[in-house]
T-cell receptor, first 110, second 115 residues
Framework: SQQGEEDPQALSIQEGENATMNCSYKTSINNLQWYRQNSGRGLVHLILIRSNEREKHSGRLRVTLDTSKKSSSLLITASRAADTASYFCATITGANNLFFGTGTRLTVIP | DTGVSQDPRHKITKRGQNVTFRCDPISEHNRLYWYRQTLGQGPEFLTYFQNEAQLEKSRLLSDRFSAERPKGSFSTLEIQRTEQGDSAMYLC?????????????FGEGSWLTVV
């Protein structure tokens, strides 16, 4: 079964706005990773945050992790039409396998 | 381009036929994973190799599915006697498995349609 759940399931914003997606998971983790998937394509790795980290930045991306609440958030600032995609969080447990949520479908309107 | 290569990208097969997918991981990555993804869902773990050893298999991997990684490099995933429920995208991924090597990189996937 899938470990994580993203919220919202779908998000539609105007270009230039910020997009925030949330992820909740069930068990303790080693790290959490965020991926992007364009329709019909493979997954592109965006950012990895370790269980002992609270926040991480990469370009227009900001990820937070709250292990006490078993939750993470992905913020995309100054969104672009090219950011339109599905975004997944995935957790790694001791078994070193990734478990994915069902994703957030982001639409950025030009 | 993540460097994980999958072939074929698309396969249409008749129910009951066997299909095989190939995955070439990023060079020197000792871990290789197979996932399956259906429309509107996140990828689901199927199996995982550390070098040539298959260390874990999901319950999703029925007896009709077999994966190999004979020399610890490329891997194949074979589905025997395909069923319509096998229609999905099969994703391969690889990682170094140490520190930041825990970053897992995915290929573009192999779409399977069983008619």
């Amino acid at each position: 079964s899938q470990q994580g759940e993203e919220d919202p399931q779908a998000l539609s914003i105007q270009e230039g706005e910020n997009a925030t997606m949330n992820c909740s998971y069930k068990t303790s983790i080693n790290n959490l990773q965020w991926y992007r998937q364009n329709s019909g394509r493979g997954l592109v790795h965006l950012i990895l945050i370790r269980s002992n980290e609270r926040e991480k930045h990469s370009g227009r991306l900001r990820v937070t992790l709250d292990t006490s609440k078993k939750s993470s958030s992905l913020l995309i600032t100054a969104s672009r039409a090219a950011d339109t995609a599905s975004y997944f969080c995935a957790t790694i447990t001791g078994a070193n396998n990734l478990f994915f949520g069902t994703g957030t479908r982001l639409t950025v309107i030009p | 381009d993540t460097g994980v290569s999958q072939d074929p990208r698309h396969k249409i097969t008749k129910r009951g036929q066997n299909v095989t997918f190939r995955c070439d991981p990023i060079s020197e990555h000792n871990r290789l994973y197979w996932y399956r993804q259906t429309l509107g869902q996140g990828p689901e773990f199927l199996t995982y190799f550390q070098n040539e050893a298959q260390l874990e298999k999901s319950r999703l991997l029925s007896d009709r599915f077999s994966a190999e990684r004979p020399k610890g490099s490329f891997s194949t995933l074979e589905i025997q006697r395909t069923e319509q429920g096998d229609s999905a995208m099969y994703l391969c991924a690889s990682s170094l498995g140490q520190g930041d090597g825990n970053t897992i990189y995915f290929g573009e996937g192999s779409w399977l349609t069983v008619v």
